[in-house]
């Protein structure tokens, strides 16, 4: 038994390449009826049984060419619709009209189940699932899934950058659950190294243009955006190693770039290293590469998540701010959000420690023992020892200050009262502001 199906449409419609009038003089007693007043919009005629559309005995959901048109389900700009070319409806056409990537084609391959269906795995019929490394165009529209121009990658009608988008690859799973282990459906894990754009809207997640990793519509840097690659784990989890999904450890000497906003680490641009919305210079801040460790407990070895040790030689910033942190200008070294020569700053460098603790012998954590020869620059604020009147950076500069370079010895017993490697008995400008 034959179905039939109306569906009305525009002359515009009509007459477009893909649908001219001239190929319409076969379809059932058209004109007939639109003369006779029964249809009063121009309209076509589909035909075809439910499911197996081309009538060929072959069901939709296997049939590599559903409506019989001589073009491949995978190469086919509507799946569902076009001239059958042999069989019972050879000349016919049969199927809808709306293209792969026409909001209002629901069900591309006409199998019968939902695009959005946690049961479609092959949206576009070719055969390739969705999932498949293989399957670089979801929906059949021409469009690689990766192309910057593929804005809907599972053809539903919904921009993959829409926040009404929660399931970029039209794979039943929500692009936040846990389960979607690849949001844009092109078969790498998102956290994959080899995958450089999550969400599949055709920019890196390394751009400065890709403000939106995960294309959840909530911005990286957004403080309501708290997992930016979309992995299920919150970026101030324990579990998350890998804040922007790009394959590298947080904690990672290669990474440069944690939050994955495009701006280096120790950029002077990024100051926000994890993208949490919080300034890493904001006293709100305690944990600023987003490891899960608080910047001020002796766990905590690296503030800024560069891969160096926070009391290391090499390490030169220690909170990541582009500052160098024996700059003049750098006046917070551990970001902390308390100027380093504050009273309330007890601890400049934030490694745990006390700066007047006995255990603390590298106040600034540049590397250099305090009591060093090397070392002429106790507190780390780009002043000299020699020039600096509180040069542990205690807060205290008056004459009542019984610890000036801040080491386990208190002045009257200490021979190198100022820190700066030279013994009281030699040094001239040693009580220079005492």
């Not at 959901?61 to 076009?82: E, H």
């Amino acid at each position: 038994m034959l179905n039939v199906y109306v569906l009305n449409i525009t002359y515009k419609h009509m007459r477009t390449k893909h649908f001219p009038l001239s190929g319409l003089v076969r379809m059932t007693n058209l004109r007939a009826l639109v003369l006779s007043g029964m249809i009063l919009s121009p309209s076509i005629l589909l035909a075809g049984p439910t499911n197996d559309l081309d009538g060929d005995g072959i069901p939709n959901s296997t049939d590599i060419d559903i409506d019989n048109d001589g073009t491949p389900n995978g190469k086919d700009l509507n799946v569902d619709g076009g001239y059958a070319r042999s069989g019972p409806y050879a000349g016919t056409y049969v199927g809808d009209l709306f293209l792969n990537d026409d909001p209002n084609e629901l069900d591309i391959d006409d199998d019968g189940l939902s695009d959005d269906s946690d049961a479609e795995l092959d949206i576009d019929g070719d055969g390739l699932n969705d999932d498949s490394i293989d399957e670089q165009d979801i929906d059949g529209d021409k469009r690689k899934d990766s192309a910057s121009s593929e804005l809907d990658i599972d053809g539903d009608g919904l921009d993959d950058n829409s926040s009404a988008e929660d399931d970029i690859d039209g794979d039943g799973l929500d692009d936040d659950s846990l389960e979607d282990l690849d949001i844009d459906g092109d078969g790498l894990n998102d956290d994959a190294i080899k995958e450089k754009d999550i969400d599949g809207d055709g920019l890196s997640d390394d751009s400065l243009l890709e403000t939106d990793i995960d294309g959840d519509d909530s911005s990286d840097n957004s403080s309501d955006e708290d997992d930016i690659d979309c992995d299920g784990l919150d970026d101030d989890s324990l579990e998350d190693l890998d804040i922007d999904g790009d394959g590298l450890n947080d904690d990672a000497i290669k990474e440069k770039d944690i939050d994955g906003d495009g701006l280096s680490d120790d950029s002077l641009l990024e100051n926000d290293i994890d993208g949490d919305g919080l300034s890493d210079d904001s006293s709100d801040e305690d944990d600023i590469d987003c490891d899960g460790l608080d910047d001020d407990s002796l766990l905590e070895l690296d503030i800024d998540g560069d891969g160096l040790s926070d009391d290391s030689k090499k390490e030169t910033d220690t909170d990541g701010d582009g500052l160098d942190d024996s700059s003049s200008d750098e006046d917070d070294i551990d970001g902390d959000g308390l100027d380093d020569d504050s009273s309330d700053e007890d601890d400049i460098d934030g490694d745990g420690l006390d700066d007047d603790s006995l255990e603390e012998d590298d106040i600034d954590g540049d590397g250099f023992d305090d009591s060093s020869s090397d070392e002429n620059d106790i507190d780390g604020d780009g002043l000299d020892d020699d020039l600096d009147d509180d040069c542990d950076g205690d807060g205290d500069d008056s004459i009542d200050d019984d610890n000036d370079d801040g080491d386990d010895l208190l002045d009257d017993l200490d021979g190198d009262d100022d820190g700066d490697g030279i013994s009281d008995d030699d040094d001239s400008d040693d009580d220079l502001f005492r």
